[in-house]
């Protein structure tokens, strides 16, 4: 991804900003608003890409999205736009959400299923990845109907497929090799 070194650059110090001003919580809260909504926007996400908007008319576009937005979230889009990398945004926001999380000692993790997860399950899937980790951890349930059956559990680095796709993969590469 072009610019994730600079992404972690600016969320780095964005969280210095926010830690010296006692802001970490709302600017956090900020930086997720922006990830999902420009994640979910397919026309704000396509005009911070494009090279012919001016890096003002993104700004002022942001500007007015994120009004509400605490001072040093809108600082920080006015630095960006200034140094030409309104672009790399979401990416900073999500690196951000990341960074604070890790400075909390909470640990994602992720969960892919074929469907949404009960309430039920979500907490045993909770109780068993705190056991593993030994950090608070919040779930978040990613839905792919293509694994057909069963889970991918990924914290971290660490992945455990119990899928019913995967599954189905090793029989066949059994079968393709005897």
């Excluded at 780095?12 to 420009?38: E, G, H, Q, R």
Aim: aromatic fraction near 4%.
């Amino acid at each position: 991804m072009a610019g994730a070194r600079a992404a972690i650059r600016y969320a780095k110090a964005l969280l210095s900003l926010a830690t010296d001003l006692k802001a970490t919580d709302v600017v956090n809260t900020d930086m997720k608003l922006i990830a999902d909504t420009v994640a979910g926007n397919k026309e704000l996400s396509d005009m911070l890409q494009s090279p012919v908007i001016s890096s003002l008319d993104k700004k002022a576009v942001l500007l007015e999205v994120f009004k509400t937005s605490n001072k040093s979230t809108l600082d920080l889009i006015s630095t960006l736009s200034t140094n030409n990398r309104i672009s790399i945004l979401q990416h900073v926001a999500s690196k951000y959400n990341q960074l604070f999380d890790e400075s909390k000692g909470i640990q994602i993790a992720k969960v892919t299923t074929a469907v949404e997860l009960s309430a039920d399950l979500k907490k045993k899937v909770l109780a068993k990845a705190k056991e593993l980790t030994g950090k608070d951890v919040e779930v978040e349930n990613i839905i792919d109907e293509s694994i057909l059956g069963g889970f991918i559990l990924r914290i971290g680095d660490t992945q455990y497929n119990a899928s019913v796709a995967n599954q189905l993969n090793k029989l066949k590469q059994e079968f393709t090799l005897n």
